[in-house]
Every structure is written in C-alpha cells, then in structure tokens.
C-alpha cells in the first residue's frame, strides 16, 4: 500500500535554491533532476548532470541546491510498505543517471493527475504507476551502457519505433543528430545491440505483419504503410526476415482464429 503526501512536476527554483534537511523526511523523498545540481553524497556536494534521479528513505539526511541559472525537478514525498519500494536495490541518497527520462517524466504527470484526482481506482492506479517507475529506476541503475549521446540515440529510437513507415535512412538519421552517417552507425549497434537500419526493418516488418493478420489492406498498401516505395521490395524483405512471403503470411490468419477457438 502507497500514500502520496505531495508529488510535483516541472518544480522550477531559482538560482540560490537549497533544500537542506539535516533529519530528513519522516517518510520517502523521490526527486528527479531535470537540470544541473549539486547534491551532498557521504558529507561531500558533488554535482550531478541533468535526468538524474536520487531515493532518500526516512529520516535520511537530505541535502540538494541549484547549481545554474534555476533548478527545475519532479519530487514525489510518499509512504508505502511494498517490498519493491522498501527492499529495493536502488542506492540512497545517491544520485544515478536516468536511461529515459521522458518515460519517467509521463509516469510523473500521471502520478500528479491520480493523486489530485479523486477517481474510483485512484489507489490502485498510484500502486501501479509508482511500481512502474520503481521498475524503470532499476533499468536505469543497472544499466551501463550511457554514452554522451545516449538520450539522443533514445529519442531517435523511440522515434523509428513510433513511425517506422516514415522514409528512414542512415543519412538522414545521422543529420538530425548531427553526427556522420559512420559514426552513428558505430554508436547505434554499440548503444542498442543493433544496427539503424535493421531497427527500421525490423520495426518495418512487425507492423507489417500486423496489418497482414489483422488488417484488411492489400499487400501492395500495407508495403506503402510501412515504408516501401516498391511492394517487390517489400516482399523480399519480408521473406528475409520471416522466411515467408507476405501472402503466406497473411494466410495464417483463419488458421491463427482457428486456434483461438480450440479447433
């Protein structure tokens, strides 16, 4: 079980804001960072880069200020008794870097409209929201694979993924990071195990099957859907990453309804 006491987004401070509290909150403190700030980790202040998030448990002493023009954070000031909140494996008082922010800002904002909002399931929702965001928090700690880039590549990403019919290349990919098409390609496969362009087809590829299952295009509007100027190319394609053609693919589909209803 979960109580809110207070959670803000986009609290913005200006350049001499401090927030010292030698004898901590009765309760947990979650804040996270969206720009600059200087932080006191084991008696020493140490500055810490934008996106990054800090767990400070009960009675922990806490201790943050701005270190720029303003300081703008999410915080959340809450008491719960779940496991994945009171045994997490997250450090305390110590600041770790954020893998994606943006997700962890919209789990923020709909934490915000639960709590203020007085809805049927208001608890329920809190639980999961704030489970969700302990989860994304342990990807984050864990994960090891930040690089200077790293949001950018993220967004990029999240970008193919969302629009995977838009007219991909690597060229154009380099230039709205403003990197070289070869050094993207370098830092894409090292930051996500694969390749730009094999992210487009496969990406490409899971909506088209989609579309073939469940839709009722013909195979020559789905290859447009999807980002196929050519549909023999489509097919080709296709057939590489699946190891069938489009329609054979697409003939599944009553065999698939078959099954669902036990024949």
Same mark, same amino acid.
């Given at each position: ?53 800090? /767990?400070?448990?009960? @009675?922990? #002493?806490?201790?943050?200020?701005? =270190?720029?023009?303003?300081?703008? +954070?999410?915080? !959340? $000031? ?105 050094? /993207?390609?370098?830092? @894409?496969? #090292?930051?996500?195990?694969?390749? =730009?362009?094999?992210?487009?087809? +496969?990406?490409? !590829? $899971? ?57």
């Amino acid at each position: 079980m979960n109580q809110i006491y207070y959670v803000e987004c986009d609290a913005t401070h200006a350049s001499n804001f401090v927030f010292d509290m030698p004898q901590g909150h009765r309760c947990w403190l979650l804040v996270m960072t969206k720009t600059p700030a200087l932080f006191s980790v084991d008696g020493t202040l140490k500055q810490y880069p934008a996106h990054s998030a800090v /767990l400070y448990p009960a @009675y922990q #002493k806490i201790y943050y200020r701005a =270190c720029a023009d303003s300081f703008v +954070n999410n915080w !959340i $000031r809450f008491d719960s008794d779940d496991a994945y909140v009171t045994k997490t494996s997250l450090p305390f008082g110590t600041p770790f870097a954020l893998d994606d922010p943006d997700y962890c800002h919209k789990l923020f904002e709909l934490l915000v409209v639960e709590h203020n909002f007085n809805r049927d399931y208001r608890d329920s929702s809190i639980n999961c929201l704030l489970r969700t965001l302990f989860n994304k928090l342990l990807e984050a700690y864990f994960y090891e694979g930040f690089s200077a880039q790293y949001y950018n590549l993220l967004k990029l990403r999240i970008a193919i993924q969302n629009n995977p019919g838009e007219p991909w290349s690597v060229p154009k990919m380099a230039d709205v990071l403003r990197l070289s098409p070869g050094y /993207l390609q370098i830092l @894409y496969k #090292k930051t996500f195990g694969i390749s =730009c362009m094999e992210d487009v087809i +496969n990406c490409r !590829i $899971r909506l088209a099957k989609e579309y073939l299952l469940h839709g009722s295009q013909s195979i020559a509007e789905i290859a447009f859907q999807c980002g196929y100027q050519h549909v023999e190319h489509f097919c080709r394609q296709f057939k590489k990453v699946t190891g069938s053609t489009p329609r054979s693919f697409q003939l599944q589909r009553p065999l698939t309804r078959m099954a669902s209803d036990g024949s």
